[in-house]
């Protein structure tokens, strides 16, 4: 029976674990998303001087399709002036080829202030060149080492359902569907809990001497008459040895 009790506890242990792993690797997206958001707002005049450099270099390219439009009606209206016939066409032609001139020349003026913008972005990037390779490298590590952290939670979770099987498939019949429909039907998942000082450690209520006593023999599965959960007694001289292998509830990993 003592070695049953101990397998119990360790199949408490493995569903300790993995209900812990399950969470925290389901977690993942959201941690991994911080720390993006976290380097994002880092880098936040970094991006915005990128920002301006490449809005000054589309409406660079935005006002020379302008201008080469504007040049095709100067031409236009060149032809039209060579061709008029009459005082009026010629008039017009001479406006048109004038308001597409003028036109171009606002429009260089405009094209000048946007490569103006663009180096003084792009100069001020170059200065921070040295900021924003640090900043990468450092998103690139932390993401990294998350990475690390995550596969190891993984790993963790896997080792912890196969010794699950293993105990499972090892523990008497009986004992393995107690467990099951223990753990089951208890919210926390913590089917074994501790018998100290007289009480349930996961309920808190007091348990009779008589139930207490069987539980310190260890001879029956004895489980409490308030929770439900199958109880276990760990003498004071081992708990003074290994402290975390006795309780379900502190599980290292
Ligand atoms: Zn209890």
């Known amino acids: 029976m003592k070695?049953?009790?101990?397998?119990?506890?360790?199949?408490q242990n493995a569903d300790t674990s993995i209900r812990k792993l399950k969470s925290e690797i389901?977690?993942?997206?959201?941690?991994?998303?911080?720390?993006?958001k976290e380097f994002d707002q880092r880098a936040f005049e970094i991006r915005e001087l990128e920002r301006v450099r490449d809005e000054?270099?589309?409406?660079?390219?935005?006002?020379?399709?302008?201008v080469s439009e504007q040049r095709t009606r100067a031409e236009r209206?060149?032809?039209?002036?060579?061709?008029?016939?009459k005082q009026d066409e010629y008039t017009a032609a001479i406006r048109e080829a004038d308001a597409a001139r003028k036109h171009i020349s606002q429009l260089e003026t405009q094209i000048l202030e946007k490569m103006?913008?663009?180096?003084?972005?792009?100069?001020?990037?170059?200065?921070?060149?040295?900021?924003?390779?640090?900043?990468?490298?450092?998103?690139?590590?932390?993401?990294?080492?998350f990475e690390d952290?995550?596969?190891?939670?993984?790993?963790?979770?896997?080792?912890?359902?196969?010794?699950?099987?293993?105990?499972?498939?090892?523990?008497?019949?009986?004992?393995?569907?107690?467990?099951?429909?223990?753990?089951?039907r208890i919210r926390d998942g913590i089917a074994v809990a501790e018998a100290r000082n007289g009480s349930c450690t996961a309920c808190f209520m007091?348990?009779?001497p008589q139930v207490m006593a069987e539980v310190r023999r260890g001879d029956d599965v004895i489980t409490c008459d308030n929770c439900n959960r199958i109880l276990y007694y760990v003498p004071k001289e081992a708990r003074e040895k290994a402290p975390a292998k006795a309780a379900p509830n502190a599980v290292a990993h």
Do not use: C, G, W
Request: neutral net charge; proline residues 3%.
């Open 26 to 36: 389901e977690a993942i997206p959201k941690r991994r998303a911080e720390i993006e």
């Open 149 to 184: 952290q995550a596969r190891v939670q993984q790993e963790h979770l896997e080792a912890n359902q196969r010794e699950r099987e293993r105990l499972l498939a090892t523990l008497p019949k009986n004992m393995s569907t107690l467990y099951k429909r223990i753990s089951a």
């Open 206 to 208: 007091a348990l009779r």
């Open 56 to 66: 000054a270099r589309q409406e660079r390219a935005r006002l020379e399709t302008e």
């Open 116 to 145: 103006e913008a663009f180096e003084q972005a792009e100069s001020k990037l170059k200065e921070r060149e040295p900021e924003m390779t640090r900043l990468r490298a450092e998103m690139t590590e932390r993401i990294r080492e």
């Open 77 to 85: 209206a060149d032809r039209n002036l060579m061709s008029s016939k």
């Open 3 to 11: 070695a049953e009790l101990e397998q119990l506890i360790a199949l």
